[in-house]
T-cell receptor, first 114, second 109 residues
Framework: ETGVTQTPRHLVMGMTNKKSLKCEQHLGHNAMYWYKQSAKKPLELMFVYSLEERVENNSVPSRFSPECPNSSHLFLHLHTLQPEDSALYLC?????????????FGPGTRLTVT | GQNIDQPTEMTATEGAIVQINCTYQTSGFNGLFWYQQHAGEAPTFLSYNVLDGLEEKGRFSSFLSRSKGYSYLLLKELQMKDSASYLCAVMDSNYQLIWGAGTKLIIKP
């Protein structure tokens, strides 16, 4: 595998379910990101990790819980979601946070909350 | 507040040229990025501008004017595979990316 991978690609869950999204990067990067992408809206940055430490939490509801066990893996744990949480969830990585780096994106998880 | 504006949708003809504009107001500036995103796929990096002027990369060029808070992406010799959304993003003084909502480009034969 190369680049940034995400699983699952599609997920349908009820509002009472608990599920997790997984992201893995094979680029040796130190920073990883979770974004939410809704139709016709800008990418919303949810969480940023640098060297496994969370450095950004943009007022995301507690029903979204990130986990970064090592610099290659990032999880987003989901519980008691709302229908408005249906969106494409993108993971990205970059070499670091202290300079201008491009971000490399995974293909995303299309989440539908019923 | 921080803001990135770009048109929601544009239509162009195969073989033609199209220019996608992006204007921005951000807290500081550490460069402007353009990404391409095909439907159902990951955004992929196209270009980066930090100095004023035009950067050319094959059929794609990107222009920046920092004094005007303005950039454009120019696509030449359009091909059907160029149908995608084009995302403009500015890196602010905290090295955080501020994203536009994207421009959906439709190419017609």
């Amino acid at each position: 595998e190369t680049g940034v991978t995400q699983t699952p690609r599609h997920l349908v869950m009820g509002m009472t379910n608990k599920k997790s999204l997984k992201c893995e990067q094979h680029l040796g990067h130190n920073a990883m990101y979770w974004y939410k992408q809704s139709a016709k809206k800008p990418l919303e940055l949810m969480f940023v990790y640098s060297l496994e430490e969370r450095v950004e939490n943009n007022s995301v509801p507690s029903r979204f819980s990130p986990e970064c066990p090592n610099s290659s893996h990032l999880f987003l744990h989901l519980h008691t979601l709302q229908p408005e949480d249906s969106a494409l969830y993108l993971c990205a990585s970059s070499p670091g946070l202290d300079r201008t780096y491009e971000q490399y994106f995974g293909p995303g998880t299309r989440l539908t909350v019923t | 507040g921080q803001n990135i504006d770009q048109p929601t949708e544009m239509t162009a003809t195969e073989g033609a040229i199209v220019q996608i504009n992006c204007t921005y107001q951000t807290s500081g500036f550490n460069g402007l990025f353009w990404y391409q995103q095909h439907a159902g796929e990951a955004p992929t990096f196209l270009s980066y501008n930090v100095l004023d002027g035009l950067e050319e990369k094959g059929r794609f060029s990107s222009f920046l004017s920092r004094s005007k808070g303005y950039s454009y992406l120019l696509l030449k010799e359009l091909q059907m595979k160029d149908s995608a959304s084009y995302l403009c993003a500015v890196m602010d003084s905290n090295y955080q990316l501020i994203w536009g909502a994207g421009t959906k480009l439709i190419i017609k034969p």
